[in-house]
């Protein structure tokens, strides 16, 4: 085996919602029965309700800004926009498990952006649709609805396969993403294959998301306002979907649903995307329903909510009632009636651990009606939306009992404060606990818990953080990296427990290669208890890059304890343990990684490295094979394989794959490989 022994060496070390009518109100469908109905569910990411042009008449500040949207505005003359819906939270996940199951945070538990799987108990929407008969998938943007989170339940087809990203310097919250133009190819390849059946499908969009990055023509279009020319450009694609129904006569039977997530901050509020707080900017989502049985033209100016969305959608497609669910039907809107009353139908419940989890500042509550928002922090805001629909001036001082009164019915809708301090991470389902701890990860998701008690410092104190964050992305995306420290390491030292500008300190000063400096940072949060798994993760990464393996693997484990769901985390960490010839522990590693998605190519080459390190070529091919056919994309397993095939005497496979390599590789990052595996080439070609 003495040719595997360079080979190993050469391998791992590349690792590195008043009805108003409208003047042009269409001819009323004939209703169709419920039961032969269809639905096409679209949310679109990051989409504030006032960049639609359908949405200009009310919008109140963004008179200079917005996307063209021909074909969302085509869907509201078609069908009802609600002119005012409220989000539950500004963050993908929460938002959508509140629209998937019509209850709120509380309830279904998706609390934040990770540490949270979604109980198979919740019934959702999707998997009430299938129990009746309808075929059901979903093609999603971002992994941010991965179905590692649960959202999956009730689908045939979960279509969340993405790009792999690059993992060097990621920050936290960003997700492997594709475009829609892909999400929506995908979504017609299934279209086009059914025969009549009724269907379910949600699509998902994610583009809208910063980076803003529109394509063609959409970026020349809007070029000093690219997040509204992703906005232009996801409308396109929002047609593409429903000129298709309506050619092929689906449409006539098509409920089609188009709902935001949540919005963006653009910085309105000091706060340029969303997350931090819980203002319009973020919380007010486009609405439209159109289809057989609503009226077309219509415009419903009553506040509505996330959570309606699932009653609503079982009353129209006949579907027997969940009675989890929180939100009422909207159908009376629809149909020009009025909300029973005495249903809480006007109160739409608020919140955002997000400034806790990532800031370790105070989280956030309130309660939005239709004249009022109320904002639980430690200095509590209420605005009068009426005159001041900008939430510009706080009024909770000239209005105590209204603010009185809403506080209280935050604790009425989410139970008293106390219920609610101790937050548990569930991190992964039971199953998926029961196969980790057999692996080792004993501690799976019990180890970490938020206290929610609305202490630590106000974030509307704190939009000094957020500017500097703002500036130093300015900075990163120009490549100034010494400039983006600078910004960060004034902002760290004015907000000193806040992890998440750690992290961005640190992500700079890699990016300057100055890893020493990024390990210095990291270890600080340590030392003062603020560490998360991303910091005790990145720190591992940045042990590894100078050589300091057990320092590394020491800190990629206690972010393996804190959360066994970063794959990446478990990745490096098995990379780590590869590097210190531990080879169970690296195979744990990686299979701890397929436990949780079976689709992950770098565990595949992973096991394939562990399985080469012992000698066991034939164990090793088919693991990089599937590294590849799940990746292909990936340069490493086709070097793997390259060199596997060399070892044992197959030339003209080992020339295949260094060639594709070659091919594939980019030069960044395996630049410094290229020479030698050209080496390789030559020699084979020799015949040596
Ligand atoms: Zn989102």
């Known amino acids: 085996m003495k040719g595997f022994v360079c080979f190993r060496h050469f391998a791992i070390s590349l690792m590195s919602g008043l009805l108003l009518l409208s003047g042009c109100s269409q001819p009323q469908p004939t209703p169709e029965k419920p039961r032969d109905l269809s639905v096409l569910f679209i949310t679109l990411d990051t989409t504030r309700a006032d960049h639609l042009s359908c949405y200009r008449p009310e919008a109140v500040r963004a008179v200079d800004r917005g996307a063209k949207t021909p074909h969302l505005d085509g869907l509201a003359a078609r069908g009802v926009r609600f002119a005012h819906a409220t989000a539950h939270v500004p963050l993908t996940l929460p938002s959508h498990a509140c629209l998937f199951t019509g209850t709120y945070p509380e309830v279904h538990q998706l609390r934040d952006m990770g540490g949270f799987v979604l109980d198979p ?52 919250g960003v997700f492997p993403e594709r475009r829609a133009a892909e999400t929506t190819d995908r979504a017609l390849d299934w279209l086009r294959k059914q025969t009549g059946q009724r269907f379910f499908v949600w699509v998902h969009y994610y583009d809208p998301h910063e980076p803003y990055d529109p394509p063609e023509p959409y970026g020349s279009a809007y070029p000093k306002d690219p997040y509204s020319g992703e906005i232009a450009y996801t409308d396109a694609q929002v047609g593409r979907l429903v000129d298709f129904l309506d050619q092929s006569a689906d449409l006539k039977r ?39 049985g609503v009226p077309g033209g219509k415009v419903v100016g009553e506040q509505v909510r996330s959570i309606d969305i699932l009653p609503t959608l079982a009353e129209l497609l006949g579907l027997p009632p969940n009675p989890a669910a929180q939100g009422l039907s909207l159908r009376p809107l629809l149909q020009g009636g009025k909300l029973p009353a005495g249903t809480g139908a006007n109160y739409a419940y608020i919140e955002t651990l997000y400034p806790k989890t990532y800031m370790n500042w105070s989280e956030l509550r309130g309660i939005r009606t239709d004249r009022w928002k109320f904002v639980l922090a430690p200095q509590p805001e209420l605005y009068d939306l009426q005159h001041d629909p900008a939430e510009r001036e706080n009024v909770v001082k000239r209005y105590p009992a209204e603010a009185d009164h809403l506080e209280k019915k935050i604790w009425e809708i989410v139970g008293p404060p106390q219920s609610d301090q101790k937050l548990v991470y569930t991190p992964v389902d039971s199953q998926t606990r029961q196969e980790l701890a057999s692996l080792g990860y004993v501690s799976a998701g019990s180890s970490r818990e938020l206290v929610l008690n609305m202490k630590g410092p106000d974030p509307k104190e704190r939009v000094g953080t957020l500017h500097a964050m703002q500036q130093y992305n300015r900075y990163m995306k120009a490549k100034s990296f010494g400039q983006a420290v600078r910004a960060m390491e004034a902002a760290v030292r004015a907000d000193q427990a806040n992890p998440l500008a750690r992290l961005y300190l640190a992500t700079a000063q890699e990016k300057l290669k100055d890893w020493r400096q990024a390990i210095k940072t990291y270890q600080e949060a340590v030392e003062i208890g603020v560490a998360t798994d991303q910091i005790l993760s ?109 070892n044992t005497g197959h030339k003209e496979q080992a020339l295949h794959y260094f060639n594709l390599f070659l091919e594939k590789a980019s030069a960044d990052q395996y630049g410094h490989l290229f020479p030698k595996v050209r080496e390789a080439i030559q020699e084979l070609q020799r015949g040596g």
Do not use: C, W
Not at 561 to 568: F, V
């Open 538 to 646: 990145r720190l591992g990464k940045a042990y590894l890059r100078v050589q300091e393996i057990n320092k590394a693997i020491s800190a990629m484990e206690k972010a393996s304890t804190m959360n066994p769901t970063d794959l990446d985390n478990l990745s490096n960490l098995g990379i780590a343990y590869l590097q210190s010839n531990r080879l169970p522990e690296a195979e744990k590693a990686f299979k701890a990684i397929v436990v949780q998605d079976d689709r992950y190519a770098a565990a595949y080459n992973g096991l394939g490295l562990v399985a080469i390190q012992r000698g066991d070529g034939d164990t090793a091919r088919p693991n990089f094979e599937k590294a590849i056919q799940l990746d292909p994309q990936q340069a490493e397993p086709l070097l793997n394989l390259g060199l596997l095939y060399q």
């Open 121 to 172: 108990k919740h019934v959702t929407l999707a998997a009430m649709a299938q129990k009746a008969g309808f075929l059901t998938a979903a093609f999603v943007g971002s992994k941010a609805v991965g179905r590692q989170f649960g959202l999956q339940q009730g689908f045939d087809t979960y279509d969340d396969q993405m790009p792999s990203l690059d993992q060097e310097g990621k920050l936290p």
């Open 254 to 292: 098509t409920i089609v649903v188009v709902m935001g997530d949540h919005g963006e901050g653009l910085d309105d509020h000091g706060e340029a995307a969303h997350g931090i707080f819980v203002y319009d900017d973020t919380l007010h989502v486009p609405l439209l329903i159109a289809g057989p």
